[in-house]
């Protein structure tokens, strides 16, 4: 491979960079990534923060489309050793009354728990999972890793069928909507709610993303964490790469994306050098950073330049504590449902479709929010994130990305202490020496460190009906390609979104492949 001029250039070396080059290299094509950072992976991100031989997932954490993934099979992630674990207790709704909520990866067991809240809820649940579970197998997650297709075809399409026709009807209802219609118990419709927001980047209020309700309910996606820590899926996204022909340069920070008579041509580092592409450059950044930066308001058609400029990103972000512990937490909750300190996520808070409300008009206005929280302990599924016996945990609690009257770095402890009294309320162990260290993270910190997620946007841009699916990011740049000749997106700002889904850098080589007539060996 001729490293100073390679076929393709991917910018940035985030899961979804990494698939692209991946898929790329396999056609016989050179591919080089060149990444900012000394480590690939952006958000897949495992560190030692707290004391040594302590791991915590810093970013990305719950990946629940790795059955579904056509990258992990294709590329046989699992024999780069990217293994998964799956928990049976998916998640646990804790009540300030002391019940619980379970939900399980067997149907079973999570009716039995509904049930305990309503018998209707249950069969209604049962009902769901069993009408929507082969039409998202089948319709949607090939929409997932495929083009968009425009509006009209998508609705001429899915009008075809009973199913195809409700589908479409939820399209145009909110998450909240939806399970008004469906449920009655408002300790589910917030089990429901609390999935959306992570890993989904998706809101309960969000016009047009019903249709998110019938893919939680039908089970198809399921958390899964990766055996060592998440940035393990890094490394064999990079292993798999070198594999297959392709290169990554770390600590080469883009500096321009050269355009010449409206073609994209090559990139510049910050250092001067100039590297040429023979075929074309895709960045796997996010639209800011790709156009405001990189290509240059010069370079742009005055559409361009306005759909760049009115891309919404995400609506919140996330302030996070790390801790070590000596145990894990252990939850009160426990004596009514044994599952609650066996499960993956534990929902503090968030027990109603009204807590969902206040705590978002919070984040709205700039406020912060009582603390209601997504907290986890890894090392209950992977005790070797931490010493032997000890253990990790995290909380994620939804903010604003700027306060309204206060900065992150004057509060986070304050804020981070106000978490955990809040959290040590349903697991009392969560105190004096139980707690070796704790990392306190705000979401200034967050662009900091990975300037792809502008303003601590995880997610990198809304995921609502404006900017979903053929509207992603804008419809002039929604088939990944760009107005500018051998320019192509393929990050979370495209179909379908943010999350450790890998449908962005799978699709970008499909359409890449395509247009340069090289051989789609994956299909």
């Keep these: 491979m001729n490293s100073e001029n390679p076929d393709f250039i991917v910018i940035g070396a985030g899961h979804n960079g990494l698939i692209a080059a991946n898929y790329l290299a396999r056609t016989g094509a050179s591919v080089l990534i060149y990444e900012k950072r000394l480590e690939a992976g952006g958000g897949l991100s495992t560190e030692e923060v707290t004391l040594p031989g302590f791991y915590h997932n810093l970013h990305s954490f719950f990946h629940d489309t790795i059955d579904i993934m056509p990258a992990y099979r294709d590329l046989k992630l699992d024999e780069c050793y990217a293994e998964y674990i799956k928990p049976p207790v998916q998640l646990a709704l804790l009540t300030p009354d002391g019940r619980a909520l379970t939900l399980h990866t067997d149907i079973k067991k999570t009716l039995a728990s509904i049930r305990r809240f309503s018998e209707n809820d249950a069969q209604a649940y049962a009902d769901a999972h069993s009408e929507y579970r082969e039409y998202i197998e089948t319709v949607v997650v090939p929409a997932l890793y495929s083009p968009p297709s425009e509006p009209s075809e998508q609705i001429e399409a899915m009008q075809e069928t009973p199913e195809g026709l409700e ?266 020496e139980n707690i070796l260290a704790r990392k306190v993270m705000t979401p200034e910190e967050i662009d900091k460190k990975f300037i792809n997620m502008r303003n601590g946007s995880i997610f990198m841009g809304r995921l609502n009906a404006a900017q979903m699916e053929y509207f992603r990011p804008h419809p002039l740049l929604s088939q990944y390609r760009t107005p500018i000749e051998g320019l192509y997106l393929c990050g979370a700002c495209t179909h379908p979104g943010g999350g450790i889904i890998g449908g962005g850098g799978y699709i970008a080589a499909g359409v890449v492949a395509d247009d340069f007539g090289l051989d789609k060996w994956w299909e």
């Excluded at 999935?195 to 309700?213: E, K, N, S």
């Excluded at 290169?247 to 910050?270: D, F, H």
């Excluded at 955990?420 to 697991?427: G, N």
Aim: charge should be neutral; proline fraction near 5%; hydrophobic fraction near 40%.
């Design 167 to 432: 589908y479409l009807r939820l399209m145009r209802l909110s998450p909240t909507e939806v399970l008004d219609e469906m449920f009655e118990s408002e300790e589910l419709k917030a089990a429901i709610l609390y999935q959306l927001a992570i890993p989904r980047g998706a809101m309960y209020d969000y016009a047009g993303t019903g249709f998110f309700i019938p893919m939680i309910l039908s089970h198809v996606e399921e958390s899964q964490i990766c055996r060592g820590g998440s940035h393990r899926m890094a490394h064999a996204l990079w292993k798999a790469l070198l594999r297959g022909g392709g290169g990554i340069r770390g600590t080469r920070e883009v500096e321009e994306i050269i355009i010449e008579k409206n073609r994209a041509v090559g990139i510049r580092l910050v250092d001067g050098e100039v590297i040429r592409a023979k075929k074309a450059v895709i960045s796997s950044v996010d639209l800011d950073q790709t156009f405001t930066r990189f290509v240059g308001e010069k370079n742009m058609e005055k559409n361009l330049a306005r759909a760049v400029k009115n891309y919404q990103l995400d609506d919140f972000s996330i302030f996070s504590v790390h801790l070590a512990l000596n145990e894990p937490p252990r939850y009160s909750a426990a004596a009514f449902d044994k599952g609650v300190n066996e499960a993956l996520k534990i929902n503090i808070g968030f027990h109603s479709t009204e807590s969902f409300r206040e705590h978002w008009n919070d984040i709205r206005a700039g406020k912060i929010p009582t603390p209601r929280m997504y907290c986890s302990t890894p090392t209950l599924f992977d005790p070797g994130q931490a010493p032997e016996g000890k253990h990790t945990a995290f909380l994620w609690f939804p903010v604003p990305y700027k306060l309204a009257e206060k900065n992150w770095e004057a509060v986070k402890n304050e804020v981070a202490d106000m978490c955990m009294a809040e959290w040590r309320k349903y697991a009392p162990n969560l105190d004096g």
